[in-house]
C-alpha cells in the first residue's frame, strides 16, 4: 500500500485555475493505476479522472472533460490535477486513490486514499 497526500487546493475565482497534486510513498507507485475523486458538500463521491500506471490511458467525468488534465510522474511518485476553467460546481473536495479500476465508466479506488484536499470556486 502506499500513502497518499494532496495538496494544492485553495480558493479560486470562477474561470481560473488550479493544479493538484497527490505525492505517495512507497515504491511501488509506479504500479498502480491512480485517480482523482471529489465529494462536494451533501453529495456522494464521484470519480474525476484515472490514469492507468504508465500513464497511456486516461479517462475522465464528463463534467470536467475538456478542462481539466491528469497526468503523473512515476520518478517523482506523484500525480497530478491541472484544473482550468474552473466553476462554481467544482467546488469539493478532492481525493487522489490508488489502484482505481474501472468497470464500464464506473471507476473506484481499491487501494489508499488520500486525506482530500478543499477546492472552493468563488464567483
Known amino acids: 500500500q502506499v500513502q497518499l497526500v494532496e495538496s494544492g487546493g485553495g480558493l479560486v475565482q470562477a474561470g481560473g485555475s488550479l493544479r493538484l497534486s497527490c505525492a505517495a510513498s512507497?515504491?511501488?507507485?509506479?504500479?498502480?493505476?491512480m485517480g482523482w475523486f471529489r465529494r462536494a458538500a451533501g453529495k456522494e463521491r464521484e470519480f474525476v479522472a484515472y490514469i492507468s500506471s504508465s500513464g497511456s490511458t486516461i479517462y475522465y467525468s464528463d463534467s470536467v472533460k475538456g478542462r481539466f488534465t491528469i497526468s503523473r510522474d512515476n520518478a517523482k511518485n506523484t500525480v497530478y490535477l491541472q484544473m482550468n476553467s474552473l466553476k462554481l460546481e467544482d467546488t469539493a473536495v478532492y481525493y487522489c486513490a490508488s489502484d482505481v479500476r474501472g468497470k464500464g465508466y464506473e471507476f473506484r479506488g481499491f487501494g489508499s486514499w488520500g486525506q482530500g484536499t478543499q477546492v472552493t470556486v468563488s464567483s
Open positions: 512507497g515504491r511501488t507507485f509506479s504500479n498502480y493505476a
